[in-house]
């Protein structure tokens, strides 16, 4: 598991979490090199179906970022991204994917360290929940590996 | 690339250019730069890959009601279908609908997935983990989460599927690893996806030894009866709708249905009527069901209008105009209740009709759901 | 891509991914060093040599300040020399150098919005200085989605709209007027609309304003002079909004206008919003509406200023046996929250503490034998004049009694019968006048405003700002401002400065000449929309609107049904680029403009290996 490195895709966006992160770096704030950064105007821009695109194809967490409720620049969109990713979140239970893989976070343009605990605490979730189960085992093909529960 | 296996499969060459096929066409009824001949055509005449690039290809919703009119017997949906596996291949692709949050669904059961879909079972029900029928519940649990805003509460569907088949004194197999039919990627061209999906639905309901499938949605009855035997082979179980089972105990005198007064009417589902010719047994079982009258619409059986969506593809203003025009003949009976037997069908037109005033709106319901609730 | 099939009255301009654009895509990539701030963690050569790999990359290069003007002369000759319709940065972070960039891809002749970002400093190299390879492998995955994001870049344009140096103002009491002058005083031409036949609003029911005691109808006369005076100034009386068209710089509103008996047409920039409120009157309350010794606080200053005594002559015959004697001095009974802070209005109604303060005071100025009762609940009186006018009251007189809403006052016969908690006991006051005081609530028309508007109200009513704290005079809506009671039920001062910073507003959009909308807007498919509004309905900025399109006749005549169809427009300049609407749309047909489905997913794929 040591040399597992997990890769997540992390939505932020350009108001509010892309300019915590943005911060982070400024304050050279140190973390480690798993995410890999889409940046959004909102995060209500972030549709269920991102998220499942992005577990499909292979990422091992999915952290989805945007301003705090109250503070969003285009009002409600935070709201929004709310009820996609509980959306997204009632997809993925029925389909077996663990529900911690995928995480919400309100992270303001002040929090620089925020940005980089979450990270950090977020690879460390994903490292112990292992590599995304459904690439794992994409190998088997089908008449070998069909599990049936 | 060689165009003339699919022209010869699909009898497309015996085309006379009559225009039956546009003139039935529910599409270019509304969208007069839609023409199934044209397409047709243009492909013979060598222009196939224009076809390919035409986001029309991903138009038609194969509701086979030209093929049914056409003198030479062109099949026109098989065409289309095969045209898009084409296009697929080289990449094009449809406007997948809902931001193609369904695609995604279903792709990623072709994946090493451990689902658990069977939640919706409640505590009164009867299930087995052997036996003879296993009921296929399909994609029920992704649309209720989906189209939760619809509220067209598709896992009552699957509730009342086991109530009424307990009634009926079977205790089917319902199976976490149960995947999606597939109809829907094969229809927009992914006939990878699909083959994958057949293979392992198959795998499952042969290891758990059911001899008998049932099903509630048209589409995923249609998909395994006409579609997977060409990808997997002849399936090694039998296939209904539970509609057939249903009519079939109720004619043997073995099931009796609580009384459920109302005016309905009923959409034949394009895979129901057309595809399927399963049009009586939906019919015998409303008629068996005390208090209820079935009013027919204009358009019914093998000339029902088809619900305007198909695949989760290309859904458009167009497709709505359709819609409108489905609800429309709906109202006209006098019903204020459409009952059909296509989970999908239920929800593209509850879509259409939410935009409605209450003049004009109708409740779209599925025929299992309704007779289901009228259970004590 | 799809014919249009139907006619509209506006073409959109829809274009494809860029594969099926008229010339192939050529990236161009430059990856800078930064200095040493990227260079010195990450193996820049490398990255340039990968980026080399890429789908559509036809160059690439390095430099050591791509900001510098060496840099940006880079960025503009490659264009030229490697005809390059696509570029690439990757360095530091778009929020602060995006603009640079776009503005020289601009001059290298290419539309900004071909431009892509990619942070590999900020959110890279000074973030992962210790991870070697690791961080140089997190770079070569971001230049790797930014190349493919940047293949399927449109070219936007961006609206410019001509701004309408005219405000208008809607509402003529003192913030509507406060507002008007400081924007003619601005030179910009004002319209102010006043519903009733006479400007001054609520002022002009009024009688002394706390805590100065300065007559009500010098102050608003006063200001009415100056508006009536101003020749930037154009006052409509007896005329209401009917319709309202347009947006931000360009809006024009049809006002009729009793006066003239027509509908006139209103052209404006910017709008102002200053229709305050009003009193709320309680009927069935306390006996108003029937007896008439019950009436309101405004009533009580009409009374006052008419200079007439307001009470009405005892008549203390009728004496309940057992109960308190009967005072020799004229009683008025005032209770406070009549109407507020319950069930039907929650709130506090701000202004009335002090106003009945205010009329207690001049009841015992008038005459000293008067015995002015205060029922209250909590008294407000923030701030430092308005305390020490808490305590003229007391001190000349004026008795404040505390009810609690468990146990509020009752009027039986001719008496206030109320439990004082302090002292335990139960008080019957009778009473010669009982002035009750009410909130102020919205005016009714409130909220059809709101509708034509397009900009939301409160629970109560009340016009609901765009922030609280951080924009609580503008609307959500671009172009529409907020002040007065209109707003929240607000002191005259408040109501005064909120003009002034409405006013101060509106200047910065009409001291424009001209306002550009951002390219990053919502488009529409005209195809695939079906009308069913999920867009509007999650629009905060009133962006989408609805059109109707004809169908082409059918060549053969057919009676076609449904004749017509309606389908969203987006409005460039109000779409501030969220794209909530694009999740919601059930077909695709709303596209979120530079961060659209397909690019997003784009980079998600390029991301996971591409």
Redesign the interface.
Known sequence: MDNF?P?I?AFAC?WCS??G??L???S??????TT???????S????P??IL??LR???DGVLVTGCHLGDC?????NE?AVH?VEMARSLLGLLGIESQRLRLEWISAAEGARF?DIVREFTEQVRELGANPLVAEQKHTVREGATLS | MNYQPIIQRTRAYLCLDCGKCTGSCPLA?????YSPRRIVERVIFGEAEAVM?D??LWSCMTCGLCSARCPSNVDFSRFIVEMRAEAFRAGERG??????ILQEVMRIQTMNVHQDRTGWLEDDMQVSEDGEYFYFAGCLPFFEVIFADLEVKALDIARSAVRLLNRAGIAPIVSNAERCCGADLMLAGDVDSFRRLAELNVETIKASGAKKVVFTCAECYNAFKTDYRGYVGQLPFELMHLTELLSEKLGAGKLELEARPGLVTYHDPCRMCRYLKVMDPPRTVLASVPGLELVEMEDNRERAMCCGSTAWVN???????IQ??KL?QARETGARVMLTTCPKCQIHLT??S??LDAEQAVDVVDLTSWVGQALA | ???S??QSQKQVPRERSTE?HSEPVRIGVFVCHCGHNIAGYLDVPALVESARTLPHVVFAHDSLFTCSDAGLAEIRTAIAEHNLNRVVVASC???THEPLFQTACQEGGLNRYLFEFV?I????S??????GE??T??AR??IR?GVAKAALLEPLEEVELAVQPAAAVIGGGMSGMTAALNLARRGFAVTLLEREPELGGILRHLNTLYPTGAKASELVDRQIAKVRDDPRIEVLISAEVREVRGSIGNYELVVHSKQFGMDLPVQAGVIIIATGAEELKPVGTYGYGSDPRVITQQELEGLLSENSSPLPSANRSAVPAGADAPSPHPTVVMIQCVGARDETHSYCGRTCCLTAMKNAMLLKERNPETEVHVLYRDIEVHGTHFEDYYAKARELGVIFSRYTPEEPPQVVADRVIVYDELLGMRLGIPYDLLVLSTPMVPRPGARQLAQMFKVPVDEYGFFLE??VKLRPLDF?TDGIYLCGSAHWPAHLDEAISQAYGAAARAATILSKEQIRASG?VAHVD????????RCAD?C??GAIEFIELER?A??FNLP???AN?K?AQVNPVMC?????C??V?????MQ?AH?S?EQ??A???A???G
């Not at chain 3, 000074?126 to 991870?131: F, G």
């Open positions: 490195q890769k895709i350009n892309y300019a992160a943005d982070a770096g400024v050279r704030i140190q973390y480690p090199p890999r950064v889409i940046r959004v105007m909102c209500g821009r972030v549709s179906m991102f695109e992005a194809g292979g990422a620049h285009y009002i409600s969109g929004k996609n980089a | 009824r509304v969208d007069l730069d690039a986001p029309h406007i997948y609908a809902h931001n193609g859904c458009s203003g167009c497709s709505k105009l409108k025009e429309h879509c259409a939410r935009d | 891509m799809f014919p099939i139907l099926r972070t778009p929020r942070n400093r900020d959110q890279c000074w973030v992962h200085m210790n991870e690791r961080a492998q997190k995955d971001l989605m765009a922030h959500a990053v005209e195809y695939l929309c079906r009308g069913c509004e999650v905060e900025f082409k059918s060549p076609i049904q449904p169809r389908v501030k680029g969220c794209g909530a694009a999740v749309c059930p077909t695709c047909a979120a961060f489905s997003v997913t980079m998600i794929q991301a996971l290996g």
